[in-house]
């Protein structure tokens, strides 16, 4: 595996991409989503923000490391929503390359704006070189989102289980254009040393933000301003499976609510940690 820290800074923008109802409907259809405005196709979920943005995002990392990676995190902030009939314009760039205990972390940056020019959304891809190791990186790293310590069994505002269906990742990997065979092969997903299938991070990142904008914002996907996580283990794609997601209150930031979020497994193993959400009023 190759890094080329010599990459810190390169761009690049995705072909224009027209927002039609039937993406942003087959979108929330494949991540569960229970929003009556989404599947009217009213507005696009919070999460259908990747689908213009994730091939350039991802493509841009691959031009930095060579080898297969892991989503380490991945983080929105919301501006305005996707609408149907929009024309999106995406813009990415290479902004860090970072060490950490896990691996090199490969950090790029990407805007969303419409045919006008309003920015719509930020967001932030990091991925993990897993078996590498990198003394001093370049560039910046992503915006913090740690959960705050010391949250109490008060703070809690709900613990919500979703479960995952044995289709889950076919469905989403064409309504989202993430067609990797380690999300719905078992044979692909062990030969890349995974051990079976595996749902993707952000379909998982989805159910979180489900969990929130039920739950926190009056079922109004417009007041969720930011949503950060961390993917701490991963989502096996077997029979049975669930998400079990945990939401806090942890106080006010910049005048918006903060959520922390933290989802397991069946398990009860760790799937996302440092999930941060911002609710607007």
Same mark, same amino acid.
């Given at each position: 595996?190759? %890094?080329?820290?010599?990459?810190?800074?390169?761009?690049?923008?995705? #072909?224009?991409? +027209?927002?039609?109802?039937?993406?942003?409907?087959?979108?929330?259809?494949?991540?569960? $989503?229970?929003?009556?405005?989404?599947?009217?196709?009213?507005?696009? #979920?919070?999460?259908? +923000?990747?689908?213009?943005?994730?091939?350039?995002?991802?493509?841009?990392?691959?031009?930095v490391?060579?080898?297969?990676? %892991?989503?380490?995190?991945?983080? !929105?902030?919301?501006?305005?929503?996707?609408?149907?009939?929009?024309? !999106?314009?995406?813009?990415?760039?290479? @902004?860090?390359?970072? #060490? /950490?205990?896990?691996?090199?972390?490969?950090?790029?940056?990407?805007?969303?704006?419409?045919?006008?020019?309003?920015l719509?959304?930020?967001?932030?891809?990091v &991925?993990?070189a897993?078996?590498?190791?990198?003394?001093?990186?370049?560039?910046r790293?992503? #915006?913090?989102?740690?959960?705050?310590?010391?949250?109490?069994?008060?703070? %809690?505002?709900?613990?919500? &289980?979703?479960?995952?269906?044995? $289709?889950?990742?076919?469905?989403?990997?064409?309504? &989202?254009?993430?067609?990797?065979?380690?999300?719905?092969?078992?044979?692909?997903?062990?030969?890349?040393?995974?051990?079976?299938a595996?749902?993707?991070?952000?379909?998982?990142?989805?159910?979180?933000?489900?969990?929130?904008v039920?739950r926190?914002?009056?079922? $109004? /996907?417009?007041?969720?301003?930011?949503?950060?996580?961390?993917? &701490?283990g991963?989502?096996?794609?077997?029979?049975?499976?669930q !998400?079990?997601?945990?939401?806090?209150? +942890?106080?006010?930031?910049?005048?918006?609510?903060?959520?922390?979020?933290?989802? $397991?497994?069946?398990?009860?193993? /760790?799937?996302?940690?440092?999930g941060?959400?911002? @609710?607007?009023?």
């Amino acid at each position: 595996m190759t %890094l080329h820290l010599d990459r810190l800074g390169t761009r690049a923008s995705a #072909p224009p991409y +027209a927002v039609t109802q039937e993406a942003t409907v087959a979108y929330a259809r494949a991540t569960n $989503d229970e929003n009556g405005e989404h599947l009217a196709g009213v507005l696009a #979920p919070p999460l259908f +923000a990747v689908v213009p943005a994730l091939k350039t995002m991802a493509a841009l990392k691959r031009q930095v490391v060579e080898g297969f990676t %892991l989503h380490g995190e991945h983080e !929105l902030r919301l501006h305005r929503p996707i609408e149907p009939g929009m024309t !999106l314009a995406v813009d990415a760039e290479v @902004i860090g390359i970072r #060490p /950490s205990r896990a691996g090199p972390l490969v950090v790029v940056r990407g805007e969303t704006r419409d045919q006008r020019g309003e920015l719509l959304n930020e967001q932030y891809l990091v &991925s993990v070189a897993h078996g590498r190791k990198l003394e001093d990186g370049v560039g910046r790293d992503a #915006p913090a989102h740690r959960r705050p310590e010391g949250l109490g069994k008060n703070a %809690l505002i709900a613990e919500l &289980s979703y479960p995952v269906d044995a $289709d889950q990742t076919l469905r989403y990997a064409e309504a &989202s254009g993430d067609r990797d065979p380690y999300t719905f092969d078992h044979a692909e997903a062990r030969a890349r040393g995974l051990p079976g299938a595996i749902v993707h991070g952000l379909c998982t990142m989805a159910f979180v933000a489900r969990a929130v904008v039920a739950r926190c914002c009056g079922a $109004d /996907s417009r007041r969720l301003k930011r949503l950060a996580v961390r993917f &701490s283990g991963l989502l096996l794609l077997e029979p049975g499976q669930q !998400l079990t997601t945990r939401l806090w209150r +942890a106080g006010t930031n910049d005048g918006r609510a903060v959520v922390v979020a933290e989802s $397991d497994d069946r398990e009860g193993e /760790s799937v996302i940690r440092h999930g941060w959400a911002e @609710i607007g009023t």
